[in-house]
């Protein structure tokens, strides 16, 4: 039985991700909880000031929705049909990225899976602000990026990239593996880094890697990055097609140096594949 926590802000790109997310899991059971945090409307409402009638705005603004989650809820059931399927809503004034990481906890939540707007949406970063912020703050479950409104293919290819400059642990890499066995999928790991200075440290990191792969297939493929890492890292996603890319997140990763680049102006390229951001475990 898996746990997954599906934020939504009633969108087409946020229906889309829970959709993907219940083709992605169809084979398994799983409890999907809907969560809406409405604290931008509630603040907006009340000038962040408690009083009797802000009360009364608070009450109406969570049956509101819960009524909409619940429509989203029962959409989502007709579309997919999956007994396996249940589905649970929560509705909150609390901060979405507070309520995220208490939910992992208080749910044990295995996966967070959240829409991206893409390159449509968001002109001068990779992913929305809104994802930005819950990658920062996330602990405890890997969270799933869905691009705007793309349609679910099989798994076989999953990427991994990453310039070896720290150790894995196990739990990191378990999603990894996890995706891999339960799709029959081949692992490709990107090394990205200037191969002519690999260090000890790398080569270790790299042997000890492998050795936690041996249940899965996988390859490694030792790629020069460019002088900008967003485009070293999307082109390579799509010249080796993967049907997701995963990344470990921790301080001064690869990952943080690609949130924090400006994205290039013809980066449709990122539009049509999902992002697997794993939280350090340290």
């Known amino acids: 039985m898996k746990n997954i926590l599906v934020p939504t802000d009633f969108s087409k790109n946020a229906y889309s991700a829970l959709h993907y997310a219940t083709q992605l899991f169809k084979n398994e059971n ?29 009450e109406r603004l969570t049956s509101k929705s819960q009524d909409k989650c619940n429509q989203v809820k029962h959409k989502i059931v007709l579309d997919t049909g999956n007994k396996q399927h249940k589905f649970e809503i929560i509705s909150t004034f609390l ?33 929305g602000s809104n994802t930005v912020r819950v990658i920062n703050k996330l602990k405890g479950a890997p969270l799933l990026m869905i691009p705007n409104e793309i349609e679910f293919v099989e798994i076989n290819k999953i990427g991994f990239a990453t310039d070896f ?14 995706f891999a066995k339960a799709h029959n999928a081949v692992l490709n790991i990107l090394f990205l880094g200037k191969q002519e200075i690999i260090t000890e440290i790398q080569r270790k990191n790299i042997h000890d890697l492998k050795d936690m792969l041996f249940e899965i297939d996988y390859k490694l493929f030792e790629e020069e990055i460019l002088s900008n890492k967003t485009e070293s890292l999307l082109q390579y996603v799509m010249y080796f097609d993967f049907n997701i890319l995963a990344m470990v997140y921790y301080k001064h990763s ?15 390229l990122y539009s049509n594949r999902p992002y697997l951001v794993i939280p350090t475990a340290s």
């Open 254 to 268: 690869l990952l943080e140096n690609v949130l924090r680049e400006s994205i290039i102006k013809n980066m449709g």
């Open 30 to 58: 799983v409890t999907f909880y809907l969560v809406n945090s409405f604290e931008a409307e509630v603040i907006k409402q009340t000038n962040g000031i408690l009083s009797a009638k802000n009360e009364e705005i608070i």
């Open 165 to 178: 400059t720290r150790k894995f642990t196990t739990k990191e890499i378990a999603p990894i593996i996890e």
């Open 95 to 127: 901060d979405l990225q507070k309520i995220i990481n208490t939910l992992i906890k208080s749910k044990s939540i295995d996966y967070v899976v959240m829409g991206t707007k893409g390159i449509t949406g968001a002109k001068d970063v990779l992913f």
